[in-house]
């Protein structure tokens, strides 16, 4: 009913920028939010950011300043402008759109980031 394809990851030394997008197709709830999670071996999946509909935005503090969320409604596509990259940021990327009316979530297949000399 819903897919999710994320995009633009890959190998970075640190310092260096990258830029993620995940596209939304199939049936597309109006109220929703969009949002990035990561997971690096053996920690849990955590919270990157994420922007409503509406376009209110929530990230990380460890991400504050460095990362920037932003989403296309028409495309509904979601965006991951990530700058300043460190190690500590590899990680298997996740996108995910959840219905905000009944809170469900729906996920992509993620996207591995490298941070390394």
């Known amino acids: 009913q819903v897919q999710l394809v994320e995009s633009g990851g890959g190998l970075v030394q640190p310092g260096g920028s990258l830029r993620l997008s995940c596209a939304a197709s199939?049936?597309?709830?109006?109220?929703?939010?969009m949002g990035w999670y990561r997971q690096a071996p053996g920690k849990q999946r955590e919270l990157v950011a994420t922007?409503?509909?509406?376009?209110?935005?929530n990230y990380a503090d460890s991400m504050k300043g460095r990362f920037t969320i932003s989403r296309n409604n028409a495309k509904n596509t979601v965006y991951l402008q990530m700058n300043s990259l460190k190690p500590e940021d590899t990680a298997v990327y996740y996108c995910?759109?959840?219905?905000?009316?009944?809170?469900?979530?729906?996920w992509g297949q993620g996207t591995q980031v490298t941070v390394s000399s």
């Open positions: 995910n759109i959840r219905d905000l009316r009944i809170g469900y979530d729906y």
């Open positions: 199939g049936s597309i709830f109006s109220i929703n939010a």
């Open positions: 922007i409503t509909s509406g376009g209110a935005t």
